[in-house]
Every structure is written in C-alpha cells, then in structure tokens.
C-alpha cells in the first residue's frame, strides 16, 4: 500500500428537503432541511480500506452515495484519481463509474427478481460497453462468479434460488465486473448471519488482494472495522469526529464517542473497564441537530462551551484527529485509568 491518494473528498455536504406533508402544506408550512452529511473531509490510499463506522442513521450510507454521486453533493468536491468527479458531465461521470462502484447492504432488496444471474451481473458490462456479444459476457460472467465463490453453470438461474450469503456474491460479482479500482462497501454483512460473514469477509479480503482494490467500508459494527481497516473515520450525526490508523483509534480513542463504541466491544479488557463511557439516549435527529457539539446530548463529559461551540478537528497523534473541546482533559482520564 502506497500513500497515494486514490480518493479525496473536500467539505462534502448532502442536504436533502422535505416537502411537508399535505396538511403541513395547508398550513403554509415551509419544505424542511435535512443535512445528512456536513463538511466531511477525508482520504483514501490507493490500496488501503478506509473503515467507516457510526451508529445507523448518522449519515454513513448518505457519505457513501454522495461520494459515488449515486445522490448528488449539495457541496464539497470529490477527486478521484486526480479527477474532480463533481465537476464531471453526465457522459464522463457514466465512464468514470466503471472505476467506483458499490456493493450494497441488502442482498435481497439490490437484486432484481426477475432477471438472472448472467444478466445481472453481466449488466455493467453491457452499460460500459465491455462485452462485444452475448457469449463473451456470459464467459466473463462465468469467470467471475468462480472467483466469488459461485459456479459458472449457476449464470441461468434466479436471486431466489440462492442464500442470502449467496446472493451477496452475486453482489460483489456485479460490482467486480467492470474491473474497478475502488468499491463502496455499504454494510455488506450486517444482513447476513454470523456464520456467514466471516466469509464474506475474507471474500473480500481475498478479492482486494488479487483485484488491487481500495475500500470505503462502512459498517456499524466496530469489530468488522477494528479487523480489516487499515484506518478508520468515525462519524456522528453526518460529521467526522475523529479519524485515524486502526492501531491508534483503537489503543487510544479521543473521542468519547468513539470511546463508547469501543465500551460496546465486549473483548476490551477488564482493566480497562474504568474508562469506558456508556451510550445513553438514542441518536438525536437530523431534523433538529443539537447545538455545539451533536454529541454533547449524550456526553458524559460535556461542559457549557460544548452546547454553545462547535469543536475543531485537531491533531491528536500521527495521522490521527478529533474534534473534541475536552480532548486533554479527556486524556488525563484515559491515563488516570490506564495508571
Ligand atoms: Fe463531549 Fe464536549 Fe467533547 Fe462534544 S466537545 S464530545 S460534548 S466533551
């Protein structure tokens, strides 16, 4: 892996708006704001798997699109390979998606029940003009259903004849094919059973090695994260509040945020059972996010300045950040616990 980066985005925002219901409307009320993703800054390696954990509704999936432009960015730029891709005309951006793509959470929801696996997965193919016949992509599609761990004489049948871990195969097959150089990977195991995702997993590991390949990975689950990301951004209410290599987020998290992700994972040790922070409340919405730090509903170490200020991301060791008006305070507690 090289310090190359292959991905970077610059103060990336998606706000979505509303109409208001029916009676709303009536009422002269006015269409509502969404901001899903808010100034995120970050970059990706070439090479490297970037981790992207928060909890379900913090706008990692939005962040994941907005970077595909699958839901355009309401601001920010995104640069891939050195290409301004926000910039790009719809023709161009068609041809630079054969180079990004996607793999989605949901085996059952992103594949279409009517069609088979040839054309599913033979489709990106046909859209990027990869496949002069019909028989040159059903070979290329048999090819590469052997490499996800499928067989080639499985290219006739159905979504429905296959298992959910199955089916995600046919995922990743669909968003190999057109030989790209960076892939979203949008909770591609959390609807699969336990048993199961380790699989998936090592599927991807094996298929990033043999295939060259850089990955967004998003995931809820800090364990999936801790194990295959090379670094990890951790997001809340549609904002980066820490980033960082695996080793140093998960030594030494800065966050209280990240902290009590980190208190969730049962393997951390005893000892360090005194600095753990616990998650109270749930996720405040996006429709009216707090003030100040958005984490400051739920902090166990918020003080005034945090309803009243934004913090600033700041350096906090070797490529690693965070946002946090408490971060020394929050070290001596670290280190009190540790002591
Ligand atoms: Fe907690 Fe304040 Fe830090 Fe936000 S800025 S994480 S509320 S201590």
Do not use: W
Not at 261 to 289: F, I, N, T, W
Not at 290 to 318: M, N, W, Y
């Amino acid at each position: 892996m090289t310090a190359d980066p292959l991905l970077k985005v610059t103060n990336l925002t998606k706000v979505y708006t509303g109409r208001p219901s029916l009676v709303g409307r009536m009422l002269g009320r006015a269409p509502v704001n969404v901001r899903a993703v808010s100034d995120v800054s970050l970059s990706v390696n070439r090479g490297e798997i970037l981790g992207l954990i928060g909890e379900s509704g913090c706008g990692k999936s939005t962040l994941g699109r907005a970077i595909l432009r699958l839901h355009e960015p309401t601001a920010g730029k995104v640069e891939f390979g050195g290409t301004d891709i926000t910039a790009l005309p719809a023709p161009d951006m068609k041809a630079m998606r054969r180079r990004m793509q996607i793999i989605f959470q949901d085996p059952y929801a992103s594949l279409n029940p009517r069609r088979t696996v040839a054309e599913i997965v033979g489709l990106p193919l046909q859209l990027h003009g990869l496949a002069k016949t019909r028989s040159e992509m059903r070979e290329k599609v048999a090819l590469m259903l052997e490499k996800v761990g499928l067989k080639a004489g499985q290219l006739d049948r159905y979504p429905h004849q296959f298992s959910g871990g199955q089916r995600q195969r046919i995922g990743i097959a669909r968003a190999l094919i057109s030989n790209p150089e960076f892939i979203v990977c949008d909770e591609p195991v959390s609807a699969l059973d336990v048993s199961i995702q380790a699989q998936i997993i090592q599927l991807l590991q094996d298929l990033k090695r043999e295939f060259a390949l850089t990955y967004l990975f998003i995931s809820h689950d800090i364990s999936v994260i801790g194990y295959l990301s090379d670094r990890v951004a951790v997001m809340y209410l549609g904002e980066i509040v820490e980033m960082g290599p695996v080793e140093s987020i998960l030594a030494r998290p800065r966050h209280p945020y990240t902290q009590s992700l980190m208190s969730a994972v049962p393997e951390v040790e005893a000892s360090d059972k005194s600095q753990r922070v616990q998650l109270s409340g749930d996720l405040p919405s996006p429709l009216s996010p707090p003030s100040g730090c958005k984490f400051h509903t739920r902090c166990p170490l918020a003080i005034d300045i945090c309803r009243q200020r934004q913090p600033e991301t700041e350096r906090v060791g070797t490529g690693h950040t965070a946002a946090c008006h408490r971060l020394k305070e929050n070290l001596s507690l670290l280190e009190g616990a540790r002591a």
